[in-house]
């Protein structure tokens, strides 16, 4: 058997480099156009709306790891959003106390509004991996169920009451050490998902029922829980998000997070074309490019509605790229396939 | 007809039969409810409102149809159809024809179909993460031509005015050529090989592999057709409500899903199929006028649609459950 | 002299590490019935699937109706009218039997939308019937076909095409008795229209009920061909001496001498279809083990034992105690592994590395309170094992795809040890392994086998034979001989094998 160390580590390090030669590129050329774009201000502003995309896709790597799909977040996403402006807005004010700048029913407020979230994705989750039902178009079914029900809040209408007041905003607004809040749940969460996915025996599962299911159930790994967990996680996070979103607008919107899919997506996949496989990692630098390229687009006045041209385009370049074999020359010699020629039938 | 197989006969299997059957109650049930609680619902002109918007969406659904048929499936039939809208009012208000307006439109729309489908046969693309790229660049573009706005044109005269407003024997002509449409459609799907091949395919990849298919050839066409068909229903859709709109992608996408499912209950056994789509199409317009004629609220037709196509994915998962020769013990 | 149908000379191919057909020569008269018969490796699969295109020969010729052919691809073979059907044929099972029988051929024309004129389609299949009369309503869809009906689509599949020479592989291992008469009957009428018949089985007594010759294929090489008109069964036992001829070059390591206590036990299992009435109980120093050929439900039992599938009636004790085993979690939690006979899609998750795979079945080891991995302790503990086993090369880093068969056979043995079971089930244990590792495998198992409970699932005789102390045969989903391998002889479990012992079954 020929050695077969080489080639595959620094297969995946010459991704990494030729991408990290991409972002810099990227980022010396906007510097370039617009010298607003290397300002702290401008920065921070862009690491603050990444934190948003990035914690999204963060929910969907665990879905993608498992081989499935999800269609339902980013609309499960306003119904959070909406249970959360909902709950802020009734009159609860009357025992409340404050926490720092905010009321106390502020978190209960967000926490049902993560919590149904997971909800949705509980009933996405077992649809699929207990009734091995199609996740694309169960989730697609799911999604729009959530996000009618969303409408029923207000029957559509933007909720502003208590925004200013109960201190939701603090969300988006706070800083510790001078840093956004929501830059710091991103980090913080991407930390811990690192340490489930690549560090930890859950993520062991989690990767080995999406590399061979069948094989995983050989190894006594439930496949079931993890796949309804992930959607879970995947609603749930997105759910986060669509509420971070509101506090920063400012104001109960039921499409708070209707434009999430895309960019959610991108940045998974761009991830994945980056290590071959999807990773928390991937996803962050995925993330970090799909960020970097909006906003450095949005300095130079790119209209709002081409947001999703540049994501588009990103993704599939990065797929085309990625399939592209740069170690040529292995494809040349393939290596004969152990395991099955070999096999003498009965 | 004994002559043909499940697909065209779908009373063979029970559960089917109860939940064909079940569907049909629904909808019976509904047209009752609405007929009784609105005076306007039960008018022959209503009735026939029904017919004449049931045609747009119809056509944009046939792609879709064979192609969920196939197992794959493709996000981007409504934001195809919203460009091709867009590209329709921006070449009237400039001045070309209807006739020239048209060729260029659908041609335009048909080249995401291109893409889509190279990006699935050639390079190996998932179908979902190809066709939400291609929905995007169409949706971007589609707002691009608007500057994020929608676009006036003045009322369509003559030839297109009666395409879309005339009646034929009292049935709106729109209505008519969607017939026509489907026909061919149908003609297709059971008479031509291209036809048995895709169901081949969605239902047994190796099987057909085996037969020396070529899978490649089939999709790529399904891409492609779902494309121009999208494309055709957005050029129509433009017409009727005399302007472009970019944003319409994401009602007729659910709209879109939801009938191929509904109409996979309904006919042939489980499977997407245009005559059941055209079927489901009805039922959902049906629906739709109802509801809103009885002043609810418009985003109960999400929950609504959302329910109905979980639905139909059910049913469709329980039939491919039981086509599963049975006798074998299977692990996952 | 008569002419010859089909003639292969010389017939050569190798695999890495393996010669699979060492100059076989290979004859079929038109019209004949020709049974090919081998244990497993003996070649008899790789000679069809060089037939049927779907392997290319190293060396040799092959001459189909005295000219000589070439066969490139799958495709090159049916065009050569050489057809093969496989058990368990796949299928559209929404389509009516005609439908699947011209799958792919339906119309005339090239284009996309060719026209189907699904009567004119019917009419030729009735055609079909005329030239082939069975009784079989070709209208129905197939999901509604009974199994023997499913093979005889496919057979007319093969027909339809103007095939004159027509393979058969282990037709009947999914068929009950009445249904193999109908197959029979079937084979009857093709000899009649001309079709030559090459028909691969294990079972003996098909043989001399449908062949006109079979022939022996042992250690890639045609043994014998005997006509099945010189006498019956007494010839069955110097067949299956012939099968498996005198000498072992495979050497075992020596059996068990003093087992101990029992460790695990098996009770009146049955999964409904497939088996019925499994007993039998391991005990520390023996190796059990269980031979069965395609279609006794020895690939059924083995899952069934690890909890994958779940059994219809039956109990389990393991060191006394009645345990359940309801999923592959609780069958590792309570102690019980095994190792799947399918390696690439069960054993194996090939695109993770080679610690990524052993660890997996049982995590917590090396993870604490935190649930995170203590990457040293698992390097350490996955190394140790790796060592033990000795896989080649021992880097626990590299993917498992690398690996040689061998070397990927020993990953999934070294998962079964870091679960810490005390029952290891081996399904297949050896295939797809090259001979230099198979005799490491072997002593591995009987080391093993000093300390767990050790069970051997596998379609080959000679490795149950050669390994096992308990020997039990299953044929049909019934027990038909169970024996101390000391107190009987290989050829006799062979011929239980491949004949179910005499007993009448299903």
Redesign the interface.
């Known amino acids: 058997?020929t050695?077969?160390?080489r080639p595959?580590i620094s297969d995946t390090l010459k991704s990494i480099a030729i991408f990290m030669m991409m972002i810099a590129l990227i980022i010396i050329v906007f510097s370039l156009i617009e010298d607003k774009f290397l300002t702290t201000r401008n920065l921070k502003m862009m690491l603050r709306h990444m934190s948003i995309s990035a914690v999204t896709a963060l929910g969907l790597t665990y879905v993608i790891i498992l081989g499935h799909y999800d269609m339902s977040f980013y609309m499960v996403g306003c119904f959070a959003a909406m249970t959360t402006s909902y709950l802020n807005k009734t009159d609860i004010m009357m025992d409340s106390f404050m926490i720092g700048s905010i009321h106390s029913f502020v978190i209960p407020a967000v926490l049902a509004g993560i919590a149904v979230g997971c909800a949705w994705g509980l009933i996405s989750g077992i649809a699929v991996g207990l009734f091995k039902m199609n996740d694309m178009v169960t989730t697609i079914g799911t999604g729009f169920i959530a996000f009618g029900t969303a409408y029923l809040y207000s029957k559509g209408s933007f909720i502003y009451d208590n925004f200013l007041t109960s201190g939701i905003t603090e969300i988006n607004n706070a800083q510790w050490f001078h840093v956004p809040f929501p830059i710091i749940l991103m980090v913080g969460l991407y930390l811990i998902s690192y340490?489930i996915l690549s560090?930890?025996?859950?993520g062991?599962?989690f990767?080995?029922t999406g590399?061979?299911r069948?094989?995983?159930?050989?190894?006594?790994?439930?496949v079931v829980p993890y796949i309804i967990i992930a959607f879970v996680i995947c609603s749930g996070l997105t759910s986060l998000a669509a509420i971070m979103t509101t506090s920063a607008q400012g104001v109960g919107n039921v499409k708070a997070s209707i434009n999430f899919l895309m960019p959610a997506y991108a940045a998974v996949y761009i991830g994945i074309s980056v290590f071959k496989k999807a990773t928390v990692i991937g996803t962050f630098f995925g993330a970090l490019f799909t960020s970097v390229m909006l906003n450095g687009f949005t300095l130079m006045a790119m209209p709002f509605y081409l947001s999703d041209l540049i994501i588009a385009v990103s993704l599939i370049i990065a797929i085309l790229l990625s399939k592209i074999d740069w170690t040529s020359i292995q494809k040349k010699n393939p290596?004969?396939?152990?395991?099955?020629?070999?096999?003498?039938?009965? | 007809m004994?002559?043909?197989?499940?697909?065209t006969n779908g009373f063979?299997l029970k559960h089917i039969f109860q939940a064909q059957y079940g569907l049909i109650w629904v909808a019976l049930l509904m047209v009752a409810v609405f007929a009784v609680s609105s005076d306007v619902f039960r008018t022959a002109g209503n009735l026939l409102e029904i017919l004449r918007q049931s045609g747009i969406l119809a056509i944009m659904a046939i792609g879709l149809t064979w192609i969920v048929a196939t197992g794959e499936i493709d996000v981007s039939f409504a934001d195809i159809a919203a460009f091709t809208g867009i590209v329709t009012a921006v070449l009237l208000k400039a001045g070309f024809s209807w006739g020239v307006t048209f060729i260029s439109a659908t041609l335009l729309g048909t080249v995401f179909g291109v893409i889509s489908g190279s990006l699935v046969v050639y390079f190996k693309f998932p179908a979902l993460i190809a066709t939400l790229a291609v929905s995007g660049i169409a949706k971007s573009l589609a707002s691009l031509m608007g500057k994020g706005a929608v676009i006036h044109i003045t009322k369509a005269g003559g030839l297109v005015y009666q395409l879309v407003y005339g009646n034929v024997f009292g049935i709106p002509l729109l209505f008519i050529v969607t017939l026509f449409i489907y026909l061919v459609c149908r003609y297709?799907q059971d008479?031509?090989?291209?036809?048995?091949?895709l169901?081949?395919l969605g239902?047994?990849r190796?099987?057909?592999q085996?037969?020396?298919?070529k899978e490649g050839?089939i999709l790529m066409?399904l891409f492609i057709l779902s494309a121009l068909l999208a494309s055709i229903g957005g050029i129509l859709l433009t017409a009727t409500i005399s302007s472009g709109n970019p944003k319409i992608g994401a009602s007729y996408f659910l709209d879109g899903l939801t009938v191929v499912f509904l109409g996979a209950m309904i006919i042939k056994?489980g499977?997407p199929n245009v005559i059941g789509t055209l079927i489901g199409v009805i039922i959902l317009s049906t629906l739709g006028n109802g509801l809103t004629l009885l002043g609810e609220y418009f985003f109960v037709g999400n929950i609504v649609k959302g329910l109905l196509l979980v639905f139909g994915v059910v049913v469709v998962t329980f039939t491919r459950y039981?086509?599963?020769?049975d006798?074998q013990?299977s692990?996952a | 002299m008569e002419a010859l149908k089909l003639k292969m000379q010389g017939i050569v191919k190798e695999?890495?590490?393996?010669k699979?057909l060492d100059g076989v020569d290979f004859e079929l008269k038109p019209s004949e019935v020709h049974a090919l018969l081998g244990i497993?490796?003996?070649?008899k699969?790789?000679l069809i699937k060089i037939l049927s295109g779907v392997y290319q020969k190293d060396a040799g010729s092959i001459y189909l109706d005295d000219h000589r052919i070439e066969i490139k691809n799958?495709?090159d073979a049916i065009k050569q009218g050489i057809a093969t059907v496989y058990q368990?044929p796949?299928?559209?099972?929404?389509?009516?039997g005609y439908?699947n029988i011209y799958?792919?051929s339906?119309?005339e024309?090239k284009g996309?939308?060719?026209?189907?004129?699904?009567?004119k389609l019917?009419e030729k299949a009735e055609k079909l019937l005329e030239r082939f009369p069975v009784d079989i309503d070709l209208?129905k869809?197939v999901?509604?076909l009974s199994?023997i009906e499913k093979e005889i689509i496919a057979v007319l599949r093969a027909l339809s095409k103007d095939m004159s020479v027509l393979v058969l592989d282990?037709p009947t291992s999914i068929l009950t008795e009445t249904e193999t008469e109908v197959l029979f009957s079937l084979i009857r009428l093709l000899k009649e229209r001309g079709v030559s018949i090459i028909y691969i089985t294990h079972r003996l007594k098909e043989i001399y009920q449908i062949a006109d010759r079979l022939t022996v294929f042992k250690d890639g090489k045609n043994v014998a061909t005997l006509n099945t008109n010189d006498g019956g069964s007494d010839n069955h036992m110097a067949i299956a001496e012939l099968m498996l001829g005198k000498k072992l070059d495979q050497i075992y390591p020596q059996k068990g001498k003093n087992p101990g206590k029992e460790i695990f036990s098996v009770r009146d299992l049955s999964?409904n279809?497939?088996f019925q009435d499994v007993n039998f109980s391991v005990r520390k120093g023996e190796i059990v083990g269980i031979f069965g050929?395609?279609g006794s439900g020895a690939e059924?039992l083995s899952?069934v034992l690890?909890g994958?599938?779940p059994k219809t009636s039956g109990a389990f004790k393991l060191n006394s105690r009645e345990i359940r085993v309801r999923?592959?979690?609780e069958?590792?939690?309570q102690g019980i592994f095994?190792i799947?006979g399918d390696?690439?899609?069960?054993?194996?998750?090939?695109?993770?590395p080679v610690f990524?795979?052993v660890?997996?079945?049982?995590?917590?080891k090396?993870?604490g309170l935190?649930?995170?991995?203590h990457r040293r302790t698992e390097n350490l503990s996955v190394q140790k094992l790796v060592d033990q086993v000795k896989v080649v090369?021992r880097?626990i880093h590299?993917?498992v795809?690398?690996?040689?068969?061998g070397n990927?056979q020993k990953v999934v043995i070294s998962?079964g040890l870091f679960?810490d079971a005390e029952v290891y089930i081996f399904a297949e244990p050896t295939?797809?392994?090259?001979v230099g590792s198979k005799t490491g495998i072997y002593n591995l198992i009987r080391e093993l086998s000093n300390e767990k409970g050790i069970i051997i699932i596998s379609?080959d005789c000679e490795e149950v034979y050669g390994m096992c102390d308990q020997a039990m045969v299953l044929y049909k989903g019934a027990v038909a001989m169970h024996t101390d391998v000391h107190e009987c002889r290989l050829e006799e479990m062979l011929l239980c094998g491949v004949t179910g012992g005499g007993k009448s079954d299903r």
Do not use: C, W
Not at chain 2, 322 to 325: D, E, F, G, H
Not at chain 3, 112 to 119: G, L
């Open positions: 058997m050695d077969k160390k595959i340490l560090r930890s025996k859950f062991r599962n990767y080995a590399s061979n069948i094989a995983a159930i050989f190894s006594g790994v439930r290596i004969p396939d152990s395991g099955t020629e070999m096999a003498y039938e009965k | 004994k002559n043909d197989s499940v697909r063979r297709m008479r031509t090989t291209t036809g048995q091949h169901y081949a239902e047994n190796q099987a057909t085996e037969a020396g298919i050839k066409s056994a499977q039981k086509n599963r020769i006798g013990y692990v | 695999f890495p590490g393996v699979a497993n490796g003996a070649g699969s790789t799958a495709q368990d796949q299928m559209i099972s929404t389509f009516t439908e799958l792919g339906e119309s024309g996309i939308f060719s026209r189907i004129n699904r009567k019917q209208t869809p999901i509604e199994a282990e999964l279809g497939v050929l395609v059924e899952k690890f994958v599938i999923s592959s979690t069958a590792i939690d095994l799947p390696r690439r899609q069960e054993g194996q998750i090939s695109d993770e990524f795979n660890s997996l079945s049982n995590l917590k090396i993870s935190s649930s995170l991995i090369p880097d590299q993917n795809s690398a690996l040689s068969g990927q998962k679960s295939v797809g392994v090259d379609s």
